[in-house]
């Protein structure tokens, strides 16, 4: 950790932010697969709302690679994560980055990891019970892009993001309490469900995505699909009844008007709604400005609770797997 000016930034972000001083960047492509692709999408959120010049997009590692965007080459910024840093389409993903000459930027939770070594630049995260929200991935990730838009564009609001984020742990800790019999009864209620889906749209969709793929699909082996709540019009609500089961996420930034028409047909219709509304969220010590940025860190953590009550009440614990890490894929 350093000092930069008043704030304190994580130390690997801030060499990431120093090896861009003096470089020409257009371009930022955040590339990862599942859970690790779904924290990137509030980024580019941010990236679309923030960035007067600079543009990006969000990748499926393999498809980044066989796409192959003909802009990418040495003006652009490649940010890659892996929590295992093994994923081979995120490492090839590197590997391309790099002989395209971008720079590379390999989040991971494991600093000698493939996907490490591949990255001309690591930033090394904390996961599970004990890490810190500030240094998770989505806590420096959130640093890096509002340090790029910082350095590269002069965006002023870097520093009220780093205390944002420095008081995000305690905000964390709250939530948790505050949600605690919430998540159990979700867990007592839902656990006998074979569908369950979600909702949401733009800060927050990302986290409604890894909800429905990773938590439901991966780890419960619960049917599902993420809803976009702007496309919930144009198909999904057909499927909307007393005994489908929903969750719903309302979140504080501009799209949030998207998420309240949703919700509003699915009271009309439905009865097995689940609604996470982070105006419901004590978001002390996060800047008024960012809270639309910072509310999806919130309900994915609050989430979490409910898919660990999920997980205890189904005796189907979050680690089981049939064909991940298991079999030939
Ligand atoms: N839920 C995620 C999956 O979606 C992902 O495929 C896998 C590998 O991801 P990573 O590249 O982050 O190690 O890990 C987790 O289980």
């Known amino acids: 950790m350093m000092v930069n000016s008043q704030v304190v930034v994580d130390q690997q972000v801030q060499n990431v932010l120093d090896a861009l001083k003096g470089r020409t960047i257009n371009h ?69 980055a ?15 990891s493939p996907l490490a070594q591949e990255s001309e630049l690591v930033v090394k995260y904390q996961w599970g019970a004990e890490s810190i929200a500030f240094n998770t991935n989505l806590g420096l990730l959130y640093q890096l892009t509002m340090g790029v838009l910082n350095v590269l564009e002069g965006n002023d609001k870097f520093d009220k993001m780093i205390n944002s984020l420095t008081n995000l742990q305690a905000v964390f800790e709250k939530s948790a309490k505050q949600y605690e019999s919430l998540a159990q009864q979700f867990g007592q209620d839902y656990k006998d469900e074979k569908v369950i889906y979600t909702m949401a749209s733009g800060a927050n969709y990302g986290i409604a995505y890894s909800y429905a793929i990773c ?93 660990e009550q999920l997980a205890d009440a189904r005796n189907h614990p979050l680690s089981k797997r049939r064909y991940m890490w298991k079999v030939e894929y």
């Open 98 to 112: 790099r002989q395209k000459g971008a720079l590379t930027v390999g989040f991971t939770n494991q600093e000698t």
């Open 28 to 96: 930022v492509y955040f590339v990862a697969c599942g859970g690790s692709s779904a924290i990137m999408y509030p980024n580019k959120y941010i990236m679309d709302r923030e960035a007067k010049n600079i543009s990006s997009d969000v990748y499926s590692s393999n498809e980044f690679i066989h796409r192959s965007p003909r802009k990418l080459g040495e003006n652009s910024l490649v940010i890659l994560c892996s929590m295992s840093g093994t994923t081979p389409e995120t490492v090839k993903a590197a590997e391309f």
């Open 215 to 307: 938590i439901l699909m991966e780890m419960q082996w619960i049917h599902s699909n993420a809803v976009h709540s702007g496309e919930y019009f144009h198909g999904p609500f057909e499927i909307i009844d007393k005994d489908v089961p929903f969750i719903i996420l309302l979140g504080l930034d501009e799209t949030r008007p998207l998420d309240e028409r949703a919700l509003d047909f699915s009271k009309k219709y439905g009865e097995k709604l689940v609604v996470l509304d982070a105006k419901d969220l004590d978001l002390t010590g996060i800047d008024e400005e960012l809270k639309g940025y910072i509310a999806p860190l919130v309900l994915n953590h609050v989430l979490r609770k409910y898919a």
